[in-house]
């Protein structure tokens, strides 16, 4: 635990994950807020008049004032930037705040395939935040970038490394149902999205990252460089009319045949890396599995440990590959927000900061 907090800013402030950052850090332990950032539309006003707030909880006090800054430099001085910035724009800003000494846990696409940045699920790939020393020595630069994946890959990844412990992984198909605040504010227009289900979300690159950043989660940190996992993928991506959380139906090929209440036993034990168990947003539990035969549900399910937990449903064979399952997890929480923050614990936690 730090001795003083922290102080940190987000980029992007007033889009939909800005607003789960704002929510998150309120009355976070180890985070202050000193800055709040937008785009121009927004800078110099007050917090409360540049966000049209849509969360169910209310827009924390401490935010309400703030005046929004622009998303630079030498308007924000902060160790630790979170940036919910769309990936054309953090391309850019998100270097200038490493070079700059601050450390940048991102949620663009950006970086996370940067051979030197990692890409983090800390209950499952903890050890790989030990690259941002590669990549300071190699960048130049006293801050880091590391990245959460996409959070249509999340909950799979996370229940997917449950298994890899357990039996090892050889195939994956993936099918996406997709929640419209993945879509960002305003997202989807209603009449696109109401009374249907729209294939190949944000036209294209969903199903490539989805066949792609698991595969570097699953991998072994070796040296300076990560192994990709030898896992071969194969995604659909949809989006459906839920507000809040990523549905997945995944079948699975396994290195042996392995009966469901094996694999609901290896999903159910399944524990962090000891770096990552108690950190202030550490899910618990890691896995929730339901046993009901029509759970996991977004409305129902999606809040499950604050939103952090991973809730897998529906476990049983499949015919061609030989297990299935659903998995959910809350895309702006465990997918985007509350992964940026998980990841900084991390980064503290581990003396990166
Ligand atoms: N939504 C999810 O579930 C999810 C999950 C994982 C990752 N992500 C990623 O997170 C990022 C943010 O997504 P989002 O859904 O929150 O998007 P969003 O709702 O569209 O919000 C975008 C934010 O960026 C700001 N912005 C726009 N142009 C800017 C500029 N030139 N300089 C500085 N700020 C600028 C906007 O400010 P104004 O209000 O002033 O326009 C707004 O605060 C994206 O890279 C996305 O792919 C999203």
């Given at each position: 635990m730090p001795l003083s907090q922290i102080p940190v800013?987000?980029?992007?402030?007033?889009?939909?994950?800005?607003?789960?950052?704002?929510?998150?850090?309120?009355?976070?332990p180890w985070f202050?807020?000193?800055?709040?950032?937008?785009?121009?539309?927004?800078?110099?006003?007050?917090?409360?008049?540049?966000?049209?707030?849509?969360?169910?909880?209310?827009?924390?006090?401490?935010?309400?004032?703030?005046?929004?800054?622009?998303?630079?430099?030498?308007?924000?001085?902060a160790k630790i930037i979170?940036?919910?910035?769309?990936?054309?724009?953090?391309?850019?800003?998100?270097?200038?705040?490493a070079?700059?000494g601050a450390a940048v846990c991102?949620?663009?696409?950006?970086?996370?395939?940067?051979?030197d940045v990692p890409?983090l699920?800390p209950?499952?790939n903890a050890d790989h935040v030990q690259l941002v020393k590669h990549q300071r020595a190699?960048?130049?630069w006293s801050g880091c970038i590391v990245?959460?994946?996409?959070?249509?890959?999340?909950?799979?990844?996370?229940?997917?490394?449950?298994?890899?412990?357990?039996?090892?992984?050889?195939?994956?198909?993936?099918?996406?149902?997709?929640?419209?605040?993945?879509?960002?504010?305003?997202?989807?227009?209603?009449?696109?999205?109401?009374?249907?289900?729209?294939?190949?979300?944000?036209?294209?690159?969903?199903?490539?990252?989805?066949?792609?950043?698991?595969?570097?989660?699953?991998?072994?940190l070796?040296?300076n460089?990560?192994?990709?996992?030898?896992?071969?993928?194969?995604?659909?991506?949809?989006?459906?009319?839920?507000?809040?959380?990523?549905?997945?139906?995944?079948?699975?090929?396994?290195?042996?045949?392995?009966?469901?209440?094996?694999?609901?036993?290896?999903?159910?034990?399944?524990?962090s890396h000891h770096s990552a168990r108690d950190l202030p947003s550490s899910?618990?539990?890691?896995?929730?599995?339901?046993?009901?035969?029509?759970?996991?549900?977004?409305?129902?399910?999606?809040?499950?440990?604050?939103?952090?937990?991973?809730?897998?449903?529906?476990?049983?064979?499949?015919?061609?590959?030989?297990?299935?399952?659903?998995?959910?997890?809350?895309?702006?929480?465990?997918?985007?927000?509350?992964?940026s923050i998980y990841n900084a614990e991390l980064l503290v936690n581990e003396g990166l900061l």
């Amino acid at each position: 635990m730090p001795l003083s907090q922290i102080p940190v800013a987000v980029l992007g402030a007033t889009g939909s994950v800005g607003q789960r950052f704002v929510s998150l850090l309120d009355n976070h332990p180890w985070f202050k807020v000193v800055a709040l950032a937008a785009s121009d539309r927004s800078a110099g006003q007050k917090y409360s008049q540049a966000a049209r707030w849509v969360l169910d909880d209310p827009m924390p006090a401490y935010a309400r004032d703030m005046l929004v800054v622009p998303a630079s430099t030498d308007c924000i001085d902060a160790k630790i930037i979170f940036s919910a910035l769309h990936t054309e724009i953090a391309n850019e800003v998100e270097p200038q705040f490493a070079q700059a000494g601050a450390a940048v846990c991102s949620n663009a696409s950006s970086y996370r395939r940067g051979i030197d940045v990692p890409l983090l699920l800390p209950e499952i790939n903890a050890d790989h935040v030990q690259l941002v020393k590669h990549q300071r020595a190699s960048r130049g630069w006293s801050g880091c970038i590391v990245t959460n994946p996409n959070c249509t890959s999340t909950g799979l990844t996370i229940a997917l490394k449950a298994l890899d412990n357990a039996f090892g992984v050889k195939q994956v198909i993936a099918v996406s149902l997709q929640a419209l605040s993945g879509a960002g504010y305003p997202g989807v227009p209603s009449l696109d999205i109401m009374d249907n289900i729209i294939p190949n979300v944000a036209n294209g690159g969903e199903e490539e990252k989805v066949e792609w950043e698991p595969r570097k989660m699953l991998g072994t940190l070796n040296e300076n460089k990560i192994e990709m996992a030898d896992i071969t993928f194969s995604a659909h991506t949809n989006r459906v009319a839920v507000i809040d959380g990523h549905t997945v139906c995944a079948s699975v090929k396994l290195e042996e045949a392995v009966e469901p209440e094996a694999a609901i036993q290896a999903l159910r034990e399944f524990t962090s890396h000891h770096s990552a168990r108690d950190l202030p947003s550490s899910p618990r539990p890691v896995i929730e599995v339901r046993e009901e035969a029509d759970r996991p549900q977004p409305r129902l399910d999606r809040l499950a440990g604050k939103g952090m937990t991973t809730v897998v449903g529906r476990v049983r064979r499949d015919p061609i590959l030989g297990l299935k399952f659903v998995v959910l997890s809350h895309n702006t929480i465990r997918g985007a927000a509350g992964a940026s923050i998980y990841n900084a614990e991390l980064l503290v936690n581990e003396g990166l900061l």
